[in-house]
């Protein structure tokens, strides 16, 4: 795809997903754990808040698992004290995890209905083949109708979404859909084709979204996760760990999307070195401790304004 077709059609959908103005929404995922694997307690998430808010500007967060570490109970007041919201997730590939975030959300997230912007059902649940698009949508309504008056939708791999796989959640009415795109992830370099594969990807799965459902803004649409390694992580064959890259990524790529008027989500608010190592796809080990926009102290790696 010609880059200028590419930006017109981004162009194009940038007044349907950006409803509060023509630049799009930024947003940080944000774990549950301190830097030693303790779980975060109300004034934790607020120390956050401030942090993300002073170095970006954003006032929004991203969760994954609403009963991890008790999540909705301690974030949600901390998000009521500092004027944030949060989009609260259910881990549904397992029944004991799903009916926790079920619970965890009908006991919460009704008390503080102002700070939840949303909802997602599943992390790339799709990718990793455990529902079928039909499954998916099953959950995906039975949390919609214990939350009737917020937002319910799902996030997952750009291809799979942009492949068809995620038809059936799309033609069922969800009301928002997180398309995740790495261009790390794809082995492109900042620089030589990060930028241009970011924003290739996810007009894909923005495209497929339109299409199916028949409207420009029918279901809002975010860029749910990328980022960029920091000086310390793995490389992933040309692409390199690097805080000077992430930088450059996040002015150039994250900066850029939401210049068109799409959503971002940065993965990650601060560095996790909690995390063990894990195997990628490629078979290697990789680190995922030093995906932080931010140190584990809080204190920014590069700038975050766009």
Known sequence: MRTTTLFASIALAAASVSAQSSKGNLGFA??????DGSCKYTQDYEDDFSAIQAASGSTLVRGYAASDCNCAQQILPAAKNKGF????????????????????LTTYATQ??????????????LYRGNFTGEQLLEKINDIKSVLPN????????????????ADA??????????????????GKE????????Y??????????VQSISGSLDKIEFWNGETGWPTDG?????PATASTQLASEFYSQAVCGLLDWGVNVFYFEAFDEPWKPVSIGDNGSKQDETHWGAMNADRSAKFSLKC
């Open 85 to 104: 919201k949060v989009i609260l997730g259910v881990w549904p590939d397992v029944e004991e995890s799903y009916n926790a975030d079920k619970q965890a």
């Open 169 to 186: 959640v799309i033609k069922g009415g969800v009301d928002l859909i997180l398309a995740n795109a790495f261009s790390y992830w794809q």
């Open 112 to 125: 503080y209905p102002d700070q939840v912007y949303a909802v997602t059902v599943g992390s790339e649940t």
């Open 199 to 208: 924003f290739d990807d996810v007009q894909q799965a923005l495209g497929r």
């Open 233 to 237: 992580g793995t490389n992933y064959g």
């Open 150 to 165: 917020i937002k319910v939708g799902t996030a997952d791999s750009w291809n799979k979404i942009a492949d068809g796989t």
């Open 190 to 197: 900042v620089g030589a084709g990060a930028t241009y594969t």
């Open 30 to 35: 944000l774990g549950t754990k301190k830097p």
